[in-house]
């Protein structure tokens, strides 16, 4: 029996598994300058480089937002708690495409890839979020602009129909949203 979550990037097992720094910070400027750009052709990366940067852009947001609050706890949590839980969501986000790929596309798509999209999609939400503590709606913010490169990311790598991502985004969208109403009014003035 086959892995139902295989890897179906061609020539995925020859590759170097090391991470280049170098390149991934290349990157990382090439696309703070032109996120349409680059979204629309994602990097063919390895795992290990995949989950470093998603474990570097986790500490950094994570980290400078306590350091903006002058919080120690804020800090510990943004070097220990983002990385995992930003990372089991973006696995988890991941996931739930690969599926939707499987079940509604009626295709296989690599999962790596869609990992990809979902991580440097975030972008944006990660920066805007160290923010988000002086002025909490611009998560959102940050959120729209994920959600725009999403969909771009979407129509471009995984040919996906303009409705079809507008739906899936804007179901996305609308259940952060509520999730984000509902935590702003549990939240003790």
């Known amino acids: 029996m086959t ?8 020539n995925a097992h020859s590759r170097n598994q090391k991470v280049d720094l170098r390149e991934l910070f290349r990157y990382l400027a090439e696309f703070v300058k032109h996120p349409k750009n680059r979204i629309a052709q994602l990097p063919d ?15 950094c947001s994570g980290t400078i937002a306590g350091l903006i609050k002058l919080n120690i706890y804020r800090v510990a949590a943004g070097l220990i708690l983002m990385p995992i ?39 944006p939400f990660n920066l805007f979020q160290i923010l988000s503590e002086y002025f909490a709606p611009v998560t959102l913010i940050g959120f729209t602009f994920t959600a725009l490169l999403a969909l771009i990311g979407l129509r471009s790598n995984f040919q996906v129909t303009q409705n079809r991502a507008y739906q899936l985004i804007g179901g996305l969208y609308g259940l952060v949203l509520l999730a984000w109403v509902i935590n702003w009014q549990t939240i003790p003035a």
């Open 3 to 10: 892995d139902p979550i295989r890897d179906v990037t061609p």
């Open 45 to 59: 990366w390895n795992w290990p480089t995949l989950f470093t940067f998603q474990v570097i852009l986790s500490i």
């Open 85 to 123: 839980v930003s990372t089991l969501a973006a696995l988890g986000l991941a996931l739930a495409l690969y599926y939707y790929f499987q079940f509604v596309e009626n295709r296989t798509e690599s999962y790596r890839k869609i990992f990809t999209l979902v991580i440097f999609s975030s972008i």
